[in-house]
């Protein structure tokens, strides 16, 4: 999975489009470029070449051929095509003259020329007689054709002699011209190779030039979010990178600014609390003390005072245990919690949690004998406190605490008997201070003892997780490392 996200991530990145948009820019510019000058070499190189050689042949058709008697011989038509295919070197003559006896002849030049290289259409135009106007002052034309007999291009070109004179074909091989434009047309391939890899070497030089503030940037917000509030862009020039390194400079001093005040004022309600809840403990310490004896007398106070003074009790110690809770909540907080690791057998420390709040009845034990953990065992006590307490006091008995080992993990399951928890309920139970009171009337309690319990798991690096059992009744499962110490030693390694 990661190397196909990483290869995504290649194919994808800002770098790669830019380079490939450099490329496609100017590979378009390169090929329209090469195409329209080599089409326009190409023109002018066979524009130049077939008017040369039409001209001199029509020139030398009024010359010579015009000159040639009514009724010439096979030698006079070819001395007259020699004479012709020798004037401009180039190109081959062939005369034709239909006779008294039969059809002459007259060939000459470079190339085996005869009547059958002429092709059909061109004969019939060059035949074609047309009437004399103002617009036309002649009955014959210079009429040619491009042709490539055996792949190889020539230009065949064809008049008449007016007043019955001969027919003369010129035919020029154009494989000069033909290579001269292949050069060509490598020259403008391998201009354009080396404009797309110049456009390539220009597109990184331009995407590094953008992206390393772009990278500095992320590399800035990705420090930034790891905590370094403090860290902060250097800033050149006045472009709009420039501009995006100001914004990011200052959204990071008024975000440290931020942080710095909520830091502040978090770590001063939270001295306010461990100090309240420390000046707390002496006064409460005294009113235990007195709610005690009151608790021992009360079976001898006058009967209308006895249930206020059983009020005053348990008030006394539900504002002992939430002080108590407040200074643990506190020391989680403050990061100043720690363990105090020792070998623990799992089924004794439960029977003792158990024993110690007189749950015996209520409660219902399925663990194995044996089965040591090491860990911290006043936090365990506190965990299983609260998970068993919370069972019986919103769930009702019997409570079925079942105990055992999956694989490194120690895995306690705490089972009520009640109607369950509400869905809109279970994201919320580890919260501090979080009270369903509609769903829980019974709901008494601080709010805070799910909560210091997941605190007390979490210390150990293990969880707390809520639901509902298939029968009904909420199922709290608590997974705690059975080495505790070799976790903590692993995640310092």
Not at 192 to 206: D, E, F, I, N
Not at 340 to 368: F, G, H, K, M
Not at 415 to 440: M, W
């Amino acid at each position: 999975m990661i190397p196909s996200l990483l290869a995504g991530r290649r194919w994808t990145s800002l770098r790669l489009r830019l380079i490939v948009v450099f490329a496609l820019v100017a590979l378009t510019a390169a090929v329209s470029a090469s195409g329209i000058a080599y089409w326009l070499n190409r023109e002018a190189v066979l524009t130049r070449t077939q008017d040369a050689a039409l001209g001199d042949f029509r020139q030398e058709m009024q010359n010579r051929a015009a000159a040639l008697p009514t009724d010439p011989t096979a030698q006079e038509m070819q001395r007259t095509a020699e004479l012709m295919a020798g004037s401009s070197p180039g190109y081959s003559v062939l005369l034709v003259r239909d006779g008294k006896d039969g059809r002459v002849f007259g060939a000459a030049g470079p190339d085996a020329f005869g009547l059958h290289d002429v092709p059909q259409s061109l004969q019939h135009a060059v035949d074609d007689r047309q009437k004399t106007t103002s617009a036309n002052d002649s009955e014959y034309h210079v009429y040619w054709q491009r042709t490539k007999p055996h792949g190889n291009p020539y230009l065949v070109g064809g008049t008449r002699i007016v007043g019955g004179g001969p027919t003369g074909y010129m035919y020029k091989s154009l494989a000069q011209e033909r290579d001269d434009l292949n050069a060509l047309g490598w020259s403008l391939t391998i201009a354009t190779g080396l404009a797309l890899l110049g456009s390539a070497l220009l597109a990184q030089a331009a995407a590094r030039t953008v992206l390393r503030p772009v990278q500095r940037l992320g590399e800035a917000a990705r420090r930034l979010g790891e905590g370094e509030l403090d860290h902060r862009l250097a800033v050149s020039g006045t472009d709009e990178l420039a501009d995006l390194s100001h914004t990011f400079n200052k959204t990071a001093e008024a975000l440290e600014k931020k942080v710095a005040d909520m830091s502040a004022r978090e770590e001063s309600s939270r001295r306010f609390v461990a100090d309240m809840s420390h000046e707390l403990r002496t006064p409460l310490t005294a009113l235990t003390a007195v709610a005690e004896v009151l608790e021992e007398e009360v079976d001898d106070l006058d009967p209308m005072i006895a249930p206020a003074v059983a009020l005053v009790v348990s008030e006394t110690r539900r504002l002992n245990d939430l002080v108590e809770n407040l200074m643990e909540v506190t020391r989680f907080d403050a990061g100043t919690a720690r363990l105090v690791l020792d070998d623990v057998n799992v089924a004794d420390q439960v029977t003792a949690c158990i024993d110690a709040r007189a749950w015996l009845d209520a409660v219902e034990l399925d663990a194995e004998r044996g089965i040591v953990a090491r860990l911290d065992p006043r936090r365990l006590d506190v965990i299983l406190a609260n998970l068993i307490g919370n069972a019986l006091k919103h769930g009702g008995s019997p409570v079925r605490v079942s105990v055992s080992v999956d694989g490194e993990w120690l895995v306690i399951v705490v089972r009520d008997n009640g109607p369950g928890i509400p869905q809109e309920v279970l994201p919320h139970v580890f919260d501090r201070f979080y009270k369903a009171s509609a769903s829980r009337p019974k709901s008494d309690g601080s709010g805070l003892g799910l909560s210091i319990a997941m605190e007390n798991a979490h210390i150990h690096g293990g969880d707390i997780t809520a639901a509902n059992g298939a029968d009904g009744g909420a199922l709290f499962t608590l997974r705690l490392p059975v080495d505790v110490g070799k976790v903590i030693e692993d995640g310092e390694a």
